[in-house]
């Protein structure tokens, strides 16, 4: 912070250009757009993925049934029924899946079966990442 014990002009020409400063940076950021991806469509493919606690097949069946009323096609990533110390798999194979799921130009939305501190634990790939829609299942 800009802070001055000496005259009062010199504190308020300091408080002012962190104002200044201030103002600029936070202005910046609420012009930046958001980016929407484009809405599914009846046969796009929707992955789910295991980023984070266990996930099996039998668990999935109610988001199959769901989505597949909704015309979607399902891929269950490799990470749905692995087990690995209460995680669906090591970092590394959460991380991986989920990585070809982005990579792949066939998946149209990602849904992360089950979220927790096992994603944040995991590192992706930032440039081949594209607008994707992602869910927590």
């Known amino acids: 912070m800009f ?3 000496f005259e009062g002009s010199l504190q308020v020409n300091s408080m002012r250009y962190f ?3 201030l103002f600029l940076t936070l202005n910046s950021y609420s012009q930046k757009k958001m980016k929407i991806p484009p809405f599914l469509k009846k046969g796009d493919t929707v992955a789910i993925v295991c980023t984070a606690r266990k996930f099996f097949p039998e668990d999935a069946k109610p988001a199959i049934e769901l989505l597949e009323s909704w015309g979607l096609k399902v891929k269950l990533g490799k990470t749905i ?3 690995s110390c209460q995680l669906g798999g090591t970092d590394q194979e959460r991380a991986a899946d989920f990585q070809f799921q982005l990579d792949d130009d066939n998946i149209k939305a990602i849904w ?3 979220g927790g501190y096992g994603t944040v634990r ?3 790939g930032r440039a081949s990442c594209r607008e994707r829609v992602c ?3």
Do not use: E, N, S, T
């Open 19 to 21: 104002i200044l400063i």
């Open 3 to 5: 802070l001055c014990i």
């Open 135 to 137: 869910q927590y299942v």
């Open 81 to 83: 029924g692995l087990d």
């Open 122 to 124: 995991i590192k992706i």
């Open 112 to 114: 992360c079966a089950r």
